[in-house]
């Protein structure tokens, strides 16, 4: 498995800059003739840790919630 890092610059594909808020993207696998979907990884500042219902809850910039299932790795904040 090829290992990629990409930063988005915040513009679309005319590099125009889009209004500041939230998005999502999915990474598309071109290796095979099957352009599957391959999960992504992201990197992002944790803001908050909280005891949820369903369990620890990562809460990151932008109010975004994640749940500990979903969560591989924590690194020390620079």
Request: proline letters at 4%; charged letters at 25%; zero cysteines.
């Amino acid at each position: 498995m090829a290992i990629r890092v990409t930063v988005w610059d915040g513009t679309d594909a005319y590099g125009q800059r889009l209004s500041e808020g939230l998005y999502r993207f999915s990474v598309r696998d071109a290796a095979d003739a099957s352009y599957e979907e391959t999960p992504a990884a992201v990197y992002a500042r944790v803001s908050e840790v909280r005891a949820g219902d369903d369990g620890l809850v990562f809460t990151l910039p932008g109010g975004i919630e994640v749940p500990f299932s979903e969560v591989t790795g924590v690194r020390a904040g620079v």
